[in-house]
């Protein structure tokens, strides 16, 4: 295992942070431009059924796996952290069930 200083770890987490604000801001310009792209298409078609076909959400599939990708790029590496939720919750529960027996004894 590498053995950073403590600058290199507070550069690392820094970087890490960054990647994330960039992955969030490029979530929310996704969600909010395809919306408005959809409700706009929408909007335009007399009959209502029409609106239901490849065309009309080509823009929001092919952005949806850029945005994948970008997300496996952030979140790959890193999956440690869904082992450390699993072990915190693991532990929670544990604390828990052990507080609900010791009220009934």
Known sequence: ME???????YLK?????????????HLSVYIIINVGLLLLIYSGYEIKINF??????????????????HAIIVFGPNLSFIKHWENEKL??????EQQNNNQWE
Do not use: C, H, S
């Open 13 to 25: 987490a820094k970087e890490q942070v960054k990647k994330l604000k960039e992955f969030y801001i």
């Open 91 to 96: 532990n929670q529960f544990i604390k828990e």
């Open 3 to 9: 053995d950073y200083t403590q600058e290199e770890r």
């Open 52 to 69: 239901w076909n490849f065309g009309t959400f080509f823009t929001p599939l092919g952005w949806g796996l850029g945005l994948a990708i």
